[in-house]
């Protein structure tokens, strides 16, 4: 070991992962750590200095990657992230020394920023890899052989049988996207939908879609804050909110909460559809620094406590965690097939982030490492639905 540590901090800190065999190739030499046969290589093209990995283990690592520092082989990457998230309890993090990473402001500005930077990449480059939809969010596989597409439009159906709609209703979507599920709503229940977002491109997209379902007097889509909502006085018969909340930051939980208590009629559904942490600790490092800047993960237990601190009641409570696992394979086998041409345009640098980024949340989501949870609720008491949940 003392040879190890000479030769490489990184080899020494990794040896400490050894649950499950790798090999470790550094300077024409092979270090296997953990016993067994080796599930996968990573190969050191450069070393990764000690404060790095001391600061945050995933993003040294994740940023050795990007550059090209690090790379794998026999094996591939999910394997790696995924063998390394069963070992979470061995994962540095100083919280200290990133403090940058996580004190993103919460105003309204700046979140419209942070927001932006993601979701404003450009509609062509979203639509290279998500399927025809246009949903960013996880999808319901009710099959095994359910296509990216099909296990979307089940997720949209699953959710609008969830709120129970009815012709003449008003469906309010906070975070509505590029306004999939709005549409769906208007077309098969005969509802009044409205929805809200921050990203230019999915507003311009929206208004597109509309005006080509012939939609325009049923749907519609506003750029703006969903807390600016209650000052225009409007009210509905149900909100739904998918893959939104976690980008209101635990600051603005209640006020998130309030905003949903003060546009929901009584008696309506709620259905809040969120990527859940474990705890309510801010631990990714990686995607707080290049993929969700001010993302932040609620716990379950947050989002239902926070529901009874307002007039709201839980009804059901579903984890869709598996599903998420394979949407995000599908979304990275899609990714990769169109590499060469985000290549072009953002670089063998970008390429990679992206890669960590789907295929670290696919592991994350089947490690358990993080969950995702639909929680339907009404606002005061509701005995007006079946007593089912299959209704």
């Not at 300077?27 to 996968?40: L, N, S």
């Not at 993601?118 to 960013?136: A, E, I, Q």
């Not at 699953?158 to 012709?167: C, F, M, N, Q, W």
Request: glycine residues 6%; aromatic residues 14%; proline residues 2%.
């Amino acid at each position: 070991m003392f040879k190890e540590l000479m030769d490489s901090f990184l080899i020494h800190y990794l040896s400490h992962f050894d649950k499950y065999p790798f090999n470790i190739e550094l300077h024409g030499d092979t270090y296997r750590i953990g016993d067994g046969e080796p599930q996968f290589t990573i190969v050191v093209n450069k070393d990764i200095p000690k404060r790095d990995l001391m600061a945050s283990t995933s993003l040294a690592l994740a940023e050795a990657y990007m550059r090209g520092d690090i790379a794998v082989k026999d094996g591939d990457l999910f394997t790696v992230i995924a063998c390394l998230l069963k070992q979470a309890d061995r994962i540095t993090l100083d919280r200290h020394a990133l403090k940058d990473l996580f004190s993103f402001s919460e105003k309204k500005r700046d979140q419209a920023k942070q927001v932006s930077s993601h979701y404003d990449l450009g509609n062509d480059f979203y639509k290279l890899w998500l399927d025809p939809t246009l949903s960013y969010s996880c999808a319901y596989f009710k099959s095994e052989d359910d296509s990216l597409e099909t296990a979307q439009r089940n997720k949209v159906d699953y959710i609008l049988k969830k709120l129970y709609l009815k012709p003449g209703m008003t469906l309010l979507d906070i975070g509505c996207g590029w306004g999939y599920l709005l549409l769906e709503a208007a077309k098969k229940y005969g509802v009044k939908g409205y929805g809200c977002t921050l990203s230019k491109e999915q507003w311009k997209m929206g208004q597109l879609r509309i005006h080509e379902a012939g939609l325009d007097d049923q749907v519609t889509i506003d750029l703006i804050d969903y807390r600016d909502l209650p000052e225009k006085g409007l009210t509905f018969d149900r909100i739904v909110s998918v893959g939104m909340m976690e980008h209101v930051g635990r600051d603005n939980y209640q006020t998130y909460y309030e905003c949903a208590n003060a546009l929901l009629r009584d008696g309506g559904l709620f259905l809040l559809h969120s990527i859940t942490g474990n705890d309510e600790k801010m631990s990714d490092s990686f995607m707080r620094k290049y993929i969700f800047p001010g993302g932040m993960l609620p716990s379950l237990r947050e989002l239902v406590s926070i529901a009874y601190d307002h007039a709201f009641r839980v009804q059901d409570v579903e984890s869709l965690r598996r599903h998420y696992y394979k949407t995000l394979l599908c979304w990275y086998k899609n990714f990769q097939a169109v590499h060469e041409q985000v290549r072009d345009w953002k670089g063998e640098e970008f390429i990679r982030m992206w890669d960590i980024y789907l295929v670290g949340c696919a592991a994350a989501f089947y490690t358990g490492y993080i969950d995702i949870h639909q929680v339907l609720m009404t606002k005061e008491t509701n005995n007006e639905l079946p007593m089912t949940r299959w209704y």
